[in-house]
């Protein structure tokens, strides 16, 4: 087991540290201080090669000028809000228009651009760093002072879990999440479109072309590109001509609704490595992103940037949740706390 900290580099003359944890097996998860990003995560493939599963860059210069959000917690808010505008309690807040005239991920500073403290905890079975942030009132428009920490932990299972906690001395909106991309083909060798991912969903979220929750909840079975309860290849709906497919960009930018939580309800595999991520979270949804917006003018470690070079699965509340009552809520109230924990268990196949 090995925890290491030092400088990865400087926003605005405030020092950037990155953390490094290894556990007994040799897995590897670095993060950062700025936006708690995961900049890499080693695993083994079926024959031991250890190699890097999610896509990031070795310096502050290439987050601050190409990443779009690449291993970062996104927050207040992740996803988006019509307009953003909503309104608590007969006020309405009006947060930053970041996004074709709506609010996305937290706005222009959110909790991706902002350097948390970071505090290095470990003990015989795992090693943990623990992010905090102070998001003031009115930061980005949102309600309240809250109080955000962020617990990265890796066991010697080879099981990463982040776990969030927040408290507001005023009723606000929370919903938070990762923004990693995974790419489980080692180091970026090949794109995801032959990744198959299963998931225990039986609906997900119709959007319009904006890309926000029209409100209506689609089943599965009646639209096969997003049935994904059997296991299914990105390249499937990337192929697909459906409508939905179509204003993703050509894949998918969807929530889906999990049926279970925390029974291996998300399970991402990559035949080729022999590597699988499993997934369990508590929380009703995942955002399937297959990348499918990424610019492709600059190399990630020496890649080409493209299309398809990872996938997301943030799993958080429902995108526009406070505009459609029948989502679940994403409101929190004053003083109460907010608990949430996702799992990613790597492994390889028998
Ligand atoms: C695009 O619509 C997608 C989002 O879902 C994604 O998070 C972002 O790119 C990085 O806006």
Redesign the pocket.
Known sequence: MKVSQEKFGEVNGQPVTSTTLVNNQGMEVVSIDYGCIITKITVPDEKGNMENVVLGFDSMEEYKMHS??FGAVVGRFAGRIKGGHFELDGQTYQLEKN?NGNH??GGLRGFDKVIWNSQVITDENAISVVYSYLSGDGEEGYPGNLEMKVTYTLSHTNEFSISYEAVSDKKTLINVTN?SYFNLSGDLKRDILDHELTLKSESFLELDEE?IPTGEILSVKDIPFFDFREGRTIKSGVESEHAQNILAGKGY?HPFLLTENEKKEIILKDDESGRVLTIETDQPSV?L?TGT?MASDFTIRGVQSRKYLGL?LETQGLPDSIHHPHFPSSILDKGEVYRSTTKYLFTVME
């Open positions: 779009p959000y996004n996305l991920h923004h890309l930018d955002v992103y917006q997301c």
